[in-house]
């Protein structure tokens, strides 16, 4: 990822997608998705730090993100994120 002190590929789809994880200078973590030549960044707002864990092949991303309530899933549908509530 372009300005990181450090990029990581973790996942490569079927449709060509490289899922993976950058840090900035402060070592905060972030998601990112990598296709056709462009880096997007994966960050659910007002998180301190956002992991995609698996994608499919329809280019959905299955992810948890952190912040001041606690680690929360969350799925990106082609750069919507729909926050998923767990019961319990």
């Known amino acids: 990822m372009p300005g990181a002190s450090n990029t990581t590929a ?3 789809n079927n449709v060509g ?3 993976g994880s950058y840090q900035d200078a402060a070592g ?3 998601s990112f998705v990598y296709r056709d030549g462009r880096y997007q ?3 659910v707002p007002g998180a301190a730090f956002t992991s995609v864990v698996q994608s499919s092949s329809a280019g959905k991303l299955l992810g948890t993100y952190f912040d001041n309530s606690g680690l929360h ?3 990106d549908d082609n750069g919507t994120d729909i926050v998923l509530r767990v019961c319990g």
Do not use: A, E, M
Request: charged share 15%; glycine share 0%.
């Open 17 to 19: 997608q490289v899922i």
């Open 73 to 75: 899933p969350f799925i």
């Open 28 to 30: 905060t973590s972030y």
């Open 41 to 43: 960044d994966i960050t």
């Open 10 to 12: 973790r996942l490569l």
